[in-house]
């Protein structure tokens, strides 16, 4: 157990819908990644948060949106839900200074099916 | 920028061979390396890394990668086999001094037959 958690687990919805999706972190870390992977893909990042703030942005659609709120729980919003979102969404956390060279830790994973 | 790279897609072993799952890296600076496995349907779990010192890093569930300046590559290898190893494995490399950004590879599914 990573200590990450993530729900929900699996989601099913149509296009054109809006899903959120939620991330608790490690007790004690400050930073949570998103990361999308779909079938037989790498890992594409998405968005990093650092205690409420954003910090980095990778290949993140206009459609999604995240925020971190200041329990440090991150939600990741899909919206206008097309069936190429289908994926893996996971969350990661970490503490985020520099200087710390401590690994990721992640979630298992909210599984996104786009019908 | 940062970046790791995984040549191969797949690596077939067979259980008790010797394995090893090849990552080359491209970083400015000290390079911050990282091995990660992911089961079926799982997050990925942290197998172990590379900061300073010995070259050699001893990791989870026997693993153990070396990490080669020269060649810029850190390679994860494990004596021997087991089929339970069957799994895609990820190098990735952290970015300490932009926002600690992590650049993972693209994975290579090690399959381990009986």
């Known amino acids: 157990d990573s200590g990450v958690t993530q729900t929900p687990k699996h989601l099913i919805t149509a296009t054109g819908q809006r899903v959120t999706l939620r991330c608790s972190p490690r007790?004690?870390?400050?930073?949570v990644y998103w990361y999308q992977q779909s079938l037989d893909q790498g890992l594409q990042f998405l968005i990093q948060y650092y205690n409420g703030e954003e910090r980095a942005k990778g290949n993140i659609l206009e459609r999604f949106s995240a925020q971190q709120f200041p329990d440090l729980h991150s939600e990741l919003n899909l919206s206008s839900l097309e069936l190429g979102d289908s994926a893996l969404y996971f969350c990661a956390s970490s503490v985020a200074a520099s200087g710390i060279t401590g690994e990721l830790f992640f979630g298992e994973g909210s599984r996104l099916t786009v019908l | 920028a940062q970046s790791v790279a995984q040549p191969e897609d797949q690596v077939n072993v067979a259980e008790g061979n010797p394995l090893t799952v090849k990552c080359t890296y491209s970083v400015s600076g000290n390079p911050y390396l990282f091995w990660y496995v992911q089961y079926p349907n799982r997050g990925l779990q942290f197998l172990l890394k590379y900061i300073t010192g010995d070259n050699l890093v001893k990791g989870s569930y026997g693993f153990e990668a070396e990490f080669n300046k020269s060649q810029t590559s850190f390679h994860l290898k494990k004596p021997s086999a087991l089929v339970s190893d069957s799994a895609l494995y990820f190098c990735?490399?952290?970015?300490?001094?932009?926002?600690?950004?992590?650049?993972f590879g693209s994975g290579t599914k090690l399959n381990v037959k009986p």
């Open positions: 007790s004690g870390d400050l930073s």
């Open positions: 990735a490399v952290r970015d300490l001094y932009n926002f600690n950004k992590f650049y």
